[in-house]
C-alpha cells in the first residue's frame, strides 16, 4: 500500500495542527501507523490521496447511513446553497427538521437544533440541571458524550483509546457532580442515588453504547433506569447521537420502548454536515431561552445547508431501508460468526442494526471493565491487516463498526473473505 502522499500530508499536518487531527481518534495514536489522507468517497468506498480505495466501515463516525455522496442529498444541498448559506435568522426549513424529529420520537415534543453532538448534550445537562435545580448527573464508565468538561470523566471513544480518561483542564469541582456507574449493571446506578437521593439532576446514557465497542442494553436495563430517575425525580437523558435514526427510524428509545426525558441528537440529522439537536417534553424544553431562563445559542445553529442534508437523508430513511440495514447487520454477523466458530478464534461480536463490532476477546462483553480485557495488540494487528487489504475499520477496539446501504452482500462477502485472511495472520 502506497502511503508516500499521506505520510508527506501528515508530517506537514503535524506541524500546524494538534497531532495533525482535528479530531484525535483520526491520528491512529494506538493502533499506530499514518492515517491515510482522503481525497473523496463514494457509497460504501474512501479513496486517500495515493489512489488507494478503502471499503468504509467508518461513515464519517456514523452519519453517512446513505453512503457517501449520495447524488440525491448532493443536488438538494447544492440547491439550497444558491439561496445563501447561512442567515442567522429563523427559516422555515429549521421547523421542517423539528417536525421530522418530533414525528419519528415520540418523547420529543420540542426540539432545538444545535452544531454538534457535544452541543447537544452540554446543553441538555444545563438544561436538567437548570429545572431541577440539582448539580450532580450520573454517567457509564466507557458511555462518551463528547468533550463537555462534565463528560470528560472516564470518557470512552479516543479519551479511552488515548488513556487520558480525566481530561486535564476538567476542575476538580466538575469532576465531583459527574457520578460514575457501570453499563448494564442496575446495582451500581441504585447505589449512586441512594448516596445522593436529592442531588442528582439526571442520568446521561447511550441507550446502545457505541464509544466502548458496541454493547446492548442487556435485560431490562434501560426500563430500570426510567424506574430509578422517575423515583428520584432525576431526568433521563438518552444520548441518540449515535443510535438516533439508525438503529431504527426513531432510534434506540424506539426500539426498547423507553421514553427518556430528553434526548440527544446529531450524526445522521445532518447527513455529513454539522449538526446536532437535543429535544424532550415540552414542560422541560420550555425552560430554555427565549422562552425560557436557560441559555443556549448559536451563530450557525440550524443553518439551512446542514438542515437540508440532514432532512434529504431522513427522507430518505423508510421503513425498508431499516429493513434493508438490519438484512446487512445480520448478514455481516453470520459471515464473521462463521469464520469465528470454524476456526475457534477467541473472538466475541456485538451489533444492533447497522452497529458492529468485533470483539477481540471470547467473553461476552457487558461493560466498559469487560472491553478493557480486549487483547489490544491483536486488535491492532486485525485492523493494520485489514487496512492493506482495503478495508478502513475504525482505527480503535474502543469504537463501534458502521454500516450503511451501500454495503452490499458482494462488498461484504469480499470483506469476510479479508477479514478471514487478516484472522489467520493475528492467530498464525
Ligand atoms: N454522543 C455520542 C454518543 C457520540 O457518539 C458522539 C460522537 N462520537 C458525541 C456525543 C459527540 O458528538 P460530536 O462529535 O458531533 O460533538
Redesign the pocket.
Same mark, same amino acid.
Given at each position: 500500500m502506497d502511503q508516500t502522499k499521506s505520510k508527506a500530508l501528515f508530517t506537514k499536518a503535524c506541524d500546524v495542527i494538534p497531532g495533525g487531527v482535528n479530531s484525535p481518534v483520526r491520528a491512529f495514536k494506538s493502533v499506530g501507523g499514518t492515517p491515510p489522507f482522503i481525497s473523496h468517497a463514494k457509497g460504501a468506498h474512501i479513496f486517500d490521496v495515493d489512489g488507494n480505495k478503502y471499503v468504509d466501515f467508518i461513515g464519517s463516525?456514523?452519519p453517512m447511513i446513505l453512503g457517501h455522496a449520495n447524488d440525491e442529498v448532493l443536488g438538494e444541498i447544492a440547491r439550497v446553497m444558491e439561496k445563501g448559506t447561512s442567515f442567522g435568522a429563523p427559516t422555515e426549513l429549521e421547523i421542517t427538521m423539528a417536525e421530522a424529529i418530533i414525528e419519528r420520537v415520540p418523547a420529543v415534543d420540542v426540539v432545538r437544533l444545535v452544531n454538534? #453532538?457535544?452541543?447537544a448534550?452540554m446543553s441538555a445537562i444545563r438544561l436538567a440541571r437548570g429545572v431541577t435545580k440539582r448539580d450532580k448527573c450520573i454517567k457509564f464508565n466507557g458511555c462518551?458524550?463528547?468533550?463537555g468538561d462534565s463528560f470528560l470523566i472516564a470518557a470512552g471513544?479516543g479519551a479511552t483509546t488515548l488513556g487520558i480518561p480525566n481530561s486535564p483542564g476538567v476542575t476538580k469541582a466538575t469532576a465531583q457532580d459527574t457520578l460514575l456507574a457501570n453499563f448494564n449493571d442496575i446495582e451500581s446506578v441504585k447505589e449512586v442515588f441512594e448516596k445522593y437521593p436529592e442531588d442528582i439532576a439526571c442520568v446521561i446514557v447511550?441507550p446502545i453504547a457505541?464509544?466502548m465497542g458496541c454493547i446492548p442494553p442487556q435485560d431490562n436495563f434501560l426500563q430500570d433506569l426510567r424506574t430509578l430517575c422517575s423515583k428520584y425525580n432525576a431526568l433521563l437523558i438518552f444520548?441518540e447521537?449515535?443510535t438516533g435514526f439508525r438503529v431504527a427510524r426513531g432510534g434506540a428509545n424506539e426500539l426498547y420502548g423507553v421514553d427518556p426525558d430528553l434526548l440527544?441528537f #446529531?450524526?445522521v440529522i445532518g447527513g455529513g454536515l454539522p449538526i446536532?439537536a437535543y429535544g424532550g417534553k415540552r414542560d422541560l424544553m420550555n425552560h430554555v431561552a427565549p422562552a425560557g431562563p436557560v441559555y443556549q445559542a448559536g451563530t450557525l445553529s440550524g443553518n439551512p445547508v446542514a438542515v437540508t442534508a440532514g432532512l434529504e437523508t431522513l427522507k430518505r430513511l423508510t421503513p425498508e431501508v431499516y429493513e434493508t440495514l438490519e438484512e446487512i447487520g445480520g448478514y455481516m454477523q453470520s459471515k464473521l460468526h462463521d469464520i469465528i466458530t470454524k476456526n475457534g478464534y477467541p473472538l466475541s461480536q456485538t451489533r444492533v442494526g447497522s452497529m458492529v463490532c468485533l470483539f477481540f476477546t471470547p467473553n461476552e462483553v457487558r461493560n466498559f471493565a469487560d472491553v478493557q480485557k480486549c487483547d489490544l495488540e491483536k486488535f491492532n494487528l486485525f485492523f493494520h491487516e485489514m487496512l492493506k487489504q482495503g478495508v478502513y475499520l475504525a482505527p480503535s477496539q474502543f469504537e463501534a463498526g458502521f454500516l450503511g446501504i451501500c454495503h452490499t452482500k458482494e462488498i461484504i462477502d469480499e470483506v469476510a473473505e479479508k477479514a478471514q485472511k487478516a484472522l489467520s495472520v493475528v492467530f498464525s
Open positions: 463516525w456514523g454538534s #453532538g457535544t452541543e448534550t462518551y458524550h463528547g468533550h471513544s447511550e457505541g464509544n444520548d447521537v449515535m440527544c #446529531g450524526k446536532g
